[in-house]
């Protein structure tokens, strides 16, 4: 049987794949329904009605909390209960969660991530009425700023920390991917009035108990930053682009045999990947070989993003020194800054030693210090993957 | 519709939806309090951030944003 | 920038020269190794007047020191262990007003649990143990062990109290000692590791040779690594630690099956020995491997253990745990510490093997260590440790 995890568009294209070649296939994911975060509550969607349809398995609510390699078993917990799944051939579709970078205020109530509140809203929150501020870098700030508008959202800025002129250098990737200019296009007009202003970003949160306004920084190129004002807002959503999810992949060692990565992050190279993890897993490798000039295209656009939407250095100076990065242990930046390293800040300070287990604060952090990334190698194998009930990891029936 | 107990009060809401989008739906935007007594709430409405724990049916700690409300939910926010 | 590091070489350089020539070591003493032990040794030493330096390859107190629970006990297993380990427990207790928040000491006491009346016999000999020393206990009967501790399990027969046990978070402990002993002159080498010891100083994994007058061995289960003749293996250990759940537990508690398990030198085993930490969180323990010198947690041992500690606390199993670990413990043939000179060396000293006590007993360590380099009294006997009995019959 070939297990995927994760049932966004990778793991969603992987099992549709896997299964057109003849494989069983069951999908976990941890929402409570496929899709992922692009297509979640999405039910009209085509891939996830041909998912559904599919008639393939999908534990949802599931979270993977172990993994053993070496006798190609997953340890699963829900809410009520938990159990062991036997893979022969394991796909890792697992995703991307946003990069948050810290700045004061970022703490407050009302203050999401970009992606954040979409889902939120996805979800059945209702932004009917609210002003909303979206704020970090990359194309999603657009997509959430349409989104949030559609469902009655007053956007009061995008704020893109991207500069202008990098941004129109983005412009010829664009046209080579003429799909993107339609995506673009009918952004535009979802999101026609809504004030886009690039090289700004959201300096700092104020409010009582919650955010009710947010301060945004101009910063010129060559010039010392030169300008802010406020804006008065309901929400804040701001994500500063996307972190592969790759916990449960470190949790299964060094090359664990029958284990096929589906690499994520932008919508189009996430399911390109995800169709080959599925064809190579399910044993087509000649066919998937067929897929992969898509996947260069695919790659060749993502990598464009990642160059356009680089982050600027000030947004390393953003903290102030009692602002927390980490949210789960309320670790300041002063507290971090003598540090060189992630695994001597958090042994030290705590940081990182919450449930979220260092997935907001490790990238933030990085960032923000510059500390090296620590080597795959460097990290051993240590269930669980997420927060797990004790009880989950007792000796399990074996099935 | 189902009803569900937010910190003893009876409210009910459409079927579906996850604990998290319940309390900001009934106007409760703070979820938890931080270990040095900060109000916090959602974040990445996916299930990584971990700062819209609440206490679901005696149990502390559960992520409001990926569970499901159901009928007769006990919720200490 | 260039300029300066061309300085800084050539400077050391000359000095390599100057020290092999006229033999002026630059250090009186090298400690190897800054975990809590190395650097309770390094803070002794510097206090003593001494230029000491420590050498760290990673991070002060990331290996077995973070890895450890940080119970400050008092054990009775044999009157050298109690001796140490209340020697040291007074110097804890002495530094405590002292400790930064960030140490977390918790004078929570430890509750030795009793399953059944053979165990409550063993709960009435630590007593008269030790009231003759003058260490305070209480005795517990099943009903005030139960109101101790709620969440134990109904039928448990009773407990000794140790009202002077108390708990640290341990790498912000070592991190403390190293500060101080930093800024009474420290010389303190991160990112480098020594790689060989000899008479008159060492050699650093970058090719440096450090010259001292002694040099402490103090790298924990890896001191065989330096002083190949040493008897000290690598005993595995995991924990698990829980979310944050204020009240939940109040003591350290340790099952008094513990000791036979802990001093079993064959098997694999595991204790039920849980601590509250001042966060609210619960640190779930224990159990000893030997023989495995990989690092990565071993689900299997995982599920006996808290197996183990959910027979014992029941609701521990609805709980949340957020992570998992392991480490390394030194362990020495007759489970003491060798604290001393290295035999075969005139100038070289241990201190290592202190298996699962190295938090409570770095202080002693220190002391003792430091009396004998420079030839003073010692509160406590100092024979028990030294080195040279674990070399005779080897």
Known sequence: ?399 | MITLRLNGRALSFPDGITVAVALLQSGQLTFRTSVSGEPRSAVCGMGVCFECRVTIDGKPHSRSCQTLIREGMEIRA | MLVQTCCRTILLRDNREVLSQRGAPVYDAIVAGGGIVGAACALELVRAGMRVALVEPSVCGGGATAAGMGHLAVMDDSEAQFALTRYSQILWHDLASRLPADVEYFPCGALWVAADDQEMAEVERKHRFYRERDVPTRVLDKHALAEAEPNLREGLAGGLLLTDDAVVYPPCAARFLMTEAVAAGLTFIPGRAVTEVGENGVRLDDGTALSSSFTVVATGAMAAKLVPSVRIQPRKGHLAITDRYPGFLRHQLIELGYLKNAHSHDADSVSFNVQPRITGQILIGSSRQYGVDDPAVERPMVEKMLQRAVEYMPRLAGLSAIRCWTGFRAATPDNLPLIGLCPGYKNVYLAAGHEGLGISTSLATGRLLTDLILHRESAIAREPYLPERTFAHA
Not at chain 1, 18 to 34: F, W
Not at chain 1, 176 to 191: C, D, E, N, T, Y
Not at chain 1, 322 to 334: A, G, I, L, P, Q
């Open chain 1, 1 to 399: 049987m070939i297990v995927v995890v994760g049932a966004g568009p990778a793991g969603i294209a992987a099992a549709l794949r896997a299964q057109e070649c003849g494989a069983r296939v069951t999908v976990i994911d941890d929402n409570p329904s496929p899709g992922g975060q692009i297509w979640r509550g999405e039910s009209t969607n085509t891939w996830v009605e041909r998912f559904r349809n599919s008639g393939i398995p999908i534990l949802a609510g599931t979270r993977v909390i172990a993994a053993d390699a070496a006798a190609h078993t997953l340890l699963l917990e829900t809410d009520e209960n938990s159990r062991e799944i036997r893979y022969e051939k394991l796909i890792l579709a697992t995703g991307s969660r946003e990069l948050f970078l810290p700045f004061p205020g970022w703490t407050l109530p009302g203050v999401f991530g970009a992606g954040g509140l979409q889902a939120l809203a996805k979800s059945g929150l209702p932004v009917s009425g609210k002003r909303v501020v979206i704020g970090g870098t990359g194309p999603l700030l657009l997509a959430v700023g349409a989104y949030l508008r559609q469902h009655g959202a007053e956007v009061k800025l995008i704020a893109e920390q991207a500069n202008i002129q990098s941004l129109a250098g983005f412009a010829p990737e664009l046209l080579r991917h003429p799909r993107k200019v339609w995506q673009g296009a009918s952004l535009q007009w979802a999101i026609a009035g809504v004030p886009y202003r690039t090289g700004c970003w959201v300096e700092s949160a104020e409010g009582r108990g919650r955010v009710e306004r947010v301060t945004i920084r101009s910063g010129r190129d060559g010039f010392p930053t030169s300008s802010s004002w406020t804006e008065d807002c309901d929400y804040a959503a701001i994500g500063y682009g996307l972190v592969p999810n790759r916990e449960l992949e470190w949790s299964l060692g060094e090359n664990p045999p029958d284990v096929y990565i589906a690499r994520t992050g932008e919508m189009e190279f996430s399911f390109v990947e995800g169709e080959i993890a599925g064809l190579t897993a399910a044993g087509y490798a000649e066919r998937a070989v067929l897929l992969h000039p898509k996947r260069e295209k695919a790659g060749a656009f993502a990598a464009a993003l990642d160059t356009t939407f680089t982050l600027r250095e000030e947004l390393k100076h953003l903290p102030a020194p009692e602002t927390f990065v980490c949210r789960c242990e309320d670790v300041t930046c002063e507290r971090l800054r003598p540090f060189d390293s992630f695994r001597a800040a958090k042994l030290h300070t705590r940081c990182g030693m919450g449930p979220c287990q260092g997935r907001v604060c490790e990238p933030a952090a990085s960032f923000l210090f510059g500390w090296p990334a620590a080597s795959d190698e460097g990290r051993s194998p240590r269930p669980p993957v997420f927060p797990a009930r004790i009880e989950s990891l007792l000796p399990v029936t074996k099935g």
